[in-house]
């Protein structure tokens, strides 16, 4: 047998001997718990239970865990997107910028009518602007 829960009020985890609160768990379910895990799903007491969800599938307000609906949940599921994509373009402006700066000590033109400049303003530009759209 294994034993979920928390003894700080803070940190959950599996432990060998029972305590005050914990959930008793069979050692096969155990296991099944850490592949899933493995797997991307995290592992929480829900309902005196110990299940694997995935993040986007419920939510932990005032100390609880409740289950969204499905509109919740995909809402949740893009706003995680979204901070992913945000964090990408970012990244991306961060590196068009050292571009930029190099393409203004080199007039070489990227093609007969436009520079490097002007391209990677460009690119800057779309970036913004898509950034723009994900904050609204």
């Known amino acids: 047998m294994k ?3 928390t003894k700080n009020n803070k940190d959950y985890g599996f432990y060998l001997k029972n305590f005050n609160n914990a959930i008793e768990i069979s050692d096969e379910y155990w296991k099944e718990l850490l592949s899933q895990q493995s797997e991307g799903k995290i592992i929480i007491p829900f309902e005196n239970q ?3 969800i995935n993040e986007n599938e419920y939510s932990f307000e005032n100390g609880n865990w409740r289950k969204l609906t ?3 949940a995909e809402i ?3 706003e995680k997107n979204n901070n ?3 964090q990408e373009i970012l990244f991306e402006l961060e590196e068009l910028d050292k571009k ?3 393409a203004i000590a080199e007039p070489s033109l990227m093609d007969n009518e436009t ?3 002007e391209y990677y303003n460009r690119q800057i530009k779309n970036l913004r602007d898509e950034l723009e759209q994900l904050n609204t």
């Open 3 to 5: 034993y979920y829960g």
């Open 100 to 102: 930029r700066i190099r």
């Open 84 to 86: 992913i994509r945000k």
């Open 115 to 117: 520079s490097w400049l």
């Open 76 to 78: 949740k599921k893009q």
């Open 70 to 72: 499905p509109v919740e």
């Open 50 to 52: 110990v299940i694997a």
